[in-house]
């Protein structure tokens, strides 16, 4: 079964500093995707970032960033320029790819991000 | 994006009675629409895969008499906390499945008294 680890459950970062979060996932199949979801304090899951593992290239989003090793199985997620916004859970997921839209998503345990002003 | 609309937002009811949450994919056919749980400071617990027409499938661990989940048509799924105890309390969070991504409903905070 395809497992997703989050190691820090915890993080802090200083306004405008630039931070990254962890994540390694354990998986037999070659081809899936992984995301990066956000949940501010309304609990609105919210999508940050895909990345589909058959893309050598690093998803971009603004100031969101992957550092996606597939060897390694590590998906990070770089914030720049932190924003008080930014303050958060953090989700790492993981999705096989399917026709028929029924596979579920692999959740690590999530991260709290803390911005200081 | 999509968007995913749950109602309600929050929900206080009396232990014993039964509660319905709905889920509803504004502009998109959903399919397969999925029910989490989540405890405070927790990550998501996927609870079932509702699937359009059929069954829908349980995880483990999850009582399908308690948790009555229709999936009647493309736009909505519904999730039944039947004969509702303090223990069931928790947020609910339903999730519809688009080409790659997953897009989420508000949630519904479930307080059981």
């Known amino acids: 079964a395809q497992t997703v680890t989050q190691s820090q459950p915890e993080m802090s970062v200083q306004e405008a500093e630039t931070v990254t979060l962890s994540c390694t996932y354990d998986?037999?199949?070659?081809?899936?995707?992984l995301f990066w979801y956000k949940q501010p304090p309304s609990r609105q899951m919210i999508l940050v970032i895909r990345q589909e593992a058959y893309k050598q290239q690093n998803a971009t989003e603004n100031r969101f960033s992957v550092n996606f090793q597939k060897a390694a199985k590590s998906f990070s997620l770089k914030i720049s320029d932190s924003q008080l916004g930014d303050a958060a859970m953090y989700f790492c997921?993981?999705?096989?790819?399917?026709?028929?839209?029924?596979?579920?998503?692999?959740f690590g345990k999530g991260m709290k991000l803390t911005v200081n002003p | 994006g999509a968007v995913v609309s749950q109602h309600p937002s929050w929900v206080i009811c009396k232990s014993g009675t039964s509660v319905k949450i709905e889920c509803r994919s504004l502009d998109f056919q959903a399919t397969t629409m999925f029910w989490y749980r989540q405890f405070p400071k927790q990550s998501l617990m996927l609870m079932a895969t509702?699937?359009?027409?059929?069954?829908?499938?349980?995880e483990q661990g999850v009582e399908k008499d308690k948790f009555l989940i229709n999936h009647a048509s493309l736009t909505l799924s519904t999730l039944t906390v039947t004969s509702a105890h303090p223990e069931d309390s928790s947020f609910y969070i339903c999730?519809?499945?688009?080409?790659?991504?997953?897009?989420f409903g508000q949630g519904t905070r479930l307080t059981v008294v």
């Open positions: 509702s699937n359009e027409g059929s069954k829908a499938t349980y």
């Open positions: 999730s519809c499945r688009g080409f790659t991504e997953a897009f």
């Open positions: 998986t037999s199949e070659s081809d899936y995707y």
């Open positions: 997921a993981y999705r096989r790819p399917t026709q028929g839209g029924s596979e579920k998503l692999v």
